[in-house]
């Protein structure tokens, strides 16, 4: 069975400060991987999908890699801002899950960033 | 263009009641989805369709019924609602092998 790991659950930093979060899954086999953000008490926005044969994607200050071979997968965050803070969670699909793609979800890493 | 839609935003049931949470998307996506979001559990899907009149089960089914009449609605119902029923309920629809949207969420509290 996929496991989807994130670490570390909660992280402070200081605006203006990169960040890296991390995701790990422990079967290789997967179609892709999506990241997405979750504000408390709402649903959950998508920030990037990255396909199994991509090793990266961006958009804007965000980058995210993805290391098949090593279950790896990190979300980079450039110049962070207040309003980054929220519940960063990471996805994916396994091709063993059919045509549906049914995602597997981390357990989130908390972000917030103080003024 | 609305994305995905759920109603209602809150529920609070007996155990024994029944109730169906209704989603809806406006981006004529083939796939939809239903998860519930539970405090250390992290997201689980419930049951899923890849088309209009399509369903199957996903990891955690039990409890629940779906239907799929129309492409743009995904229904999920609870027969006989028990308090580890009590979640937050997300849909999600996405085309084929691309990113998956998701709605708002309902809150369901089952007393």
């Known amino acids: 069975k996929q496991e989807v790991t994130q670490i570390p659950a909660a992280l402070s930093v200081p605006e203006g400060e990169n960040l890296v979060l991390n995701c790990s899954f422990t079967?290789?086999?997967?179609?892709?991987l999506q990241w997405f953000r979750q504000d408390p008490g709402k649903g959950l926005t998508s920030l990037l999908l990255?396909?199994?044969?991509?090793r990266e994607q961006t958009s804007g200050r965000l980058n995210a890699s993805l290391d098949k071979s090593s279950g790896r997968s990190t979300l980079y965050i450039a110049a962070s801002q207040p309003g980054d803070s929220a519940t960063y969670l990471c996805?994916?699909?396994?091709?063993?899950?059919?045509?549906?793609?049914?995602?597997?979800f981390g357990s989130g890493t908390q972000l917030t960033v103080l003024p | 263009n609305a994305g995905v839609t759920q109603t209602p935003k809150f529920r609070v049931l007996k155990t024994g009641q029944s109730m169906t949470l209704l989603c809806a998307q406006d981006?004529?996506?083939?796939?939809m989805y239903w998860y519930r979001q539970d405090p250390g559990m992290g997201l689980r899907l419930i049951h899923y369709?890849?088309?209009?009149?399509?369903?199957a089960k996903g990891e955690v089914p039990d409890g629940y019924n779906v239907s799929r009449l129309k492409k743009q609605n995904f229904l999920l119902g609870l027969e006989s609602a028990a308090p580890s029923q009590t979640s937050v309920y997300f849909c999600?629809?996405?085309?084929?092998?691309?990113?998956?949207?998701f709605g708002p969420g309902t809150r369901l509290t089952v007393l």
């Open positions: 369709s890849v088309g209009e009149g399509t369903t």
């Open positions: 990255i396909q199994s044969s991509q």
């Open positions: 079967d290789s086999a997967i179609y892709n």
């Open positions: 999600a629809s996405s085309s084929p092998f691309r990113e998956q949207f």
């Open positions: 981006m004529n996506h083939e796939y």
């Open positions: 996805a994916v699909s396994l091709i063993s899950s059919g045509s549906a793609r049914q995602l597997t």
